[in-house]
């Protein structure tokens, strides 16, 4: 181990926050282990039991109408004119939901385009229905659909976000955020809702104690300090809530871009500069551990690399492996392979977590324990559930 590593390993063990150029290096270590190692200290000292959750629920697209194009979908349809275009009916999500609630759903994530065709009342009637007919934990929208609600009610973001938390909303998740840096944004999503903006919506949606994540995709040909720009916007609007007495994102999630013929992207001449591989990935995800120390919980996700890779992903720093989905109808049309398979079942999501040597506990949206045979998480720096969340 190098000297550079053995000083980020004493800051680890005194639990002291690893600088910028700390986290350059190692993104440049050669020695991939060595970084997953230190992934695996800030982890086991965040929560020291070999516990790993999951969590059931559904996925729902409410809405494929989207005007931002962004150059890596494949999913979106420009306006409601489109043969393909839709707005689910509420009896086609009653099915759903109701779907999913056999199951043993704890949670609807409910994310859709921007859809500037619908009027603001739409969504606030949309989050009241849900919430008086269904006993489930509702995480609606993102930063980026917010956004078209500020555009076309006029209402600011907290207004909005208040408005949708009396009426049911339980969470807002952290779609949209795709890399956090204006260069790569103007690039590959331009329309899109800007770095500054996101944060902007996610620090209201925290002071209303919103239950929130924080994503992260990479693979857009961008340089490390585009990451790096990314998780030092994320770590430094944690810092500001914790030092406020908030939870703040509670989870972060990061995977890699799918693109293929169905998205512009896929199409460019300069598709062969697109794309990272598993050991991309698998650093990214011990990176983040280690220099997003104060969110509590990491994911590794199966969506995009796959179930193998994700178990892999569990001795890179993470401690959850994700939910059931039940449905993806996004990354999936862009050549995800949940193409082939768009859901797993809670039995494969415990196996699989056996199988890596760890012990699966089924948690709802806020990482409150549901059940599992796993050893509790009281003892854990960011005990289940985070301080000021009550399960």
Known sequence: MGANLREIQEKIARGS????????????????????R??????????????????VDRNINYTNVCNTDCTFCGFYRPRSSHPESYVLSREVLAGKIEEALEHGATRILLQGGHNDELPYAYYVELI???RSRYPIQLNAFSPSE??????????????????????????????????????VRQRVSPKKISADEWISVMEVA??????????????????IDARLNHLERLRDLQNRSIARGLEGFNAFISW??????????????????????ISDYLRNLAVARVFLDNIAHHQSSWPTAGIEVAQ?????????????????????????PTKQ?????????????????FAPAQRDSKFCIVEGDGVPLASSRFPLPSPGVTC
């Not at 919103?210 to 995709?217: D, F, G, I, R, Y």
Request: aromatic share 6%.
């Open 206 to 223: 925290q002071s209303l104690s919103l239950t929130t994540t924080a994503t992260m995709v990479i693979g857009f040909g961008e340089d």
């Open 128 to 130: 009241s229905w849900i």
């Open 256 to 277: 890699t871009l799918q693109f293929n013929e169905n998205t512009s992207m896929g199409r460019s001449r300069h598709r062969r500069e697109f794309g990272a591989s």
């Open 146 to 183: 917010i956004q078209p609600m500020h555009r076309v009610s006029g209402k600011s973001y907290e207004a909005i976000l208040s408005e949708l938390k009396s009426v049911g909303l339980d969470g807002l998740p952290g779609g949209g955020a795709e890399l956090l840096d204006d260069g």
């Open 312 to 336: 892999l992903g569990l001795s890179f720093g993470c401690d959850d492996i994700g939910s059931t989905m039940m449905e993806e109808n996004v990354v999936s049309q862009a050549g995800a």
């Open 38 to 55: 230190l992934a695996a200290a800030v982890r086991y000292r965040t929560h020291p039991q070999r516990t790993v959750t999951y969590l």
């Open 17 to 36: 926050q690893i600088s910028r150029e700390d986290a350059r290096s190692l993104y440049e270590h050669p020695e991939l282990l060595e970084v997953a």
């Open 341 to 357: 398979k768009w859901s797993m079942t809670a039995e494969e999501l415990i196996d699989a977590i056996r199988d890596a040597g």
